[in-house]
């Protein structure tokens, strides 16, 4: 069986003379990019900085259960949402930003999920900022279970002036947290 992505190719012999010789080739070329992305994940999102991280339990209840028996996909971007609030409240109060007629407003969500959560798992989320630009933020987050990575995600957004509905500078205070932390390390 032979594969014509070039990043597979490398990984082509591997399984070709292995147990996983009776999967088919789009099995295969599944297998081959899991094993890609896992090496990824453990050699670089693991040891990059992770400014303003914060990191909390999840707890899940008998609602965020699909008819699969598993957490539902929207569940967790209801977590990355929570996470964000927790993010504010320990950062930038909400409170004060609402005082000055300001929000943060999300702009793009993507997640890669990689194993399921069911009920009995004591899952744990990390979420870190990876960028703020002059009105941007970039966030990042992980979801794992007993260490093993469930998922990752990213979000973006925007400050804006709630009455004008046009963006604004990051808050201060946020910038200033954010380059004391990336300034120390």
Same mark, same amino acid.
């Given at each position: ?22 999967? +088919? ?8 990019? +899991? ?41 967790y971007i209801r977590w990355f949402e929570d996470m964000r ?54 966030l990042y987050f992980e979801i794992k279970k007993e260490g ?34 990336t300034e120390s390390k």
């Amino acid at each position: 069986m032979a594969f014509s992505d070039p990043c597979i190719i490398s990984f082509q012999g591997i399984f070709e003379n292995s147990r996983w010789t009776h999967i +088919n080739s789009d099995q295969n070329h599944l297998l081959c990019r +899991n094993i890609i992305s896992d090496f990824i994940e453990k050699n670089e999102m693991t040891k990059a900085p992770r400014p303003l991280e914060i990191i909390n339990e999840l707890q899940i209840n008998a609602y965020d259960i699909d008819v699969a028996g598993i957490v539902h996909n929207l569940v967790y971007i209801r977590w990355f949402e929570d996470m964000r609030m927790r993010f504010l409240d320990r950062y930038l109060p909400f409170e004060d930003l609402l005082k000055q007629d300001i929000s943060p407003v999300l702009a793009h969500t993507e997640i890669d999920y990689k194993l399921p959560l069911k009920f009995q798992d004591k899952p744990v989320i990390s979420m870190w900022v990876g960028s703020l630009g002059r009105a941007k933020w970039e966030l990042y987050f992980e979801i794992k279970k007993e260490g093993r990575l469930v998922c990752r995600g990213r979000q973006v957004g925007y400050f804006v002036h709630l009455k004008r509905m046009r963006p604004v500078p990051v808050p201060a205070t946020l910038l200033d947290e954010y380059h004391r932390y990336t300034e120390s390390k």
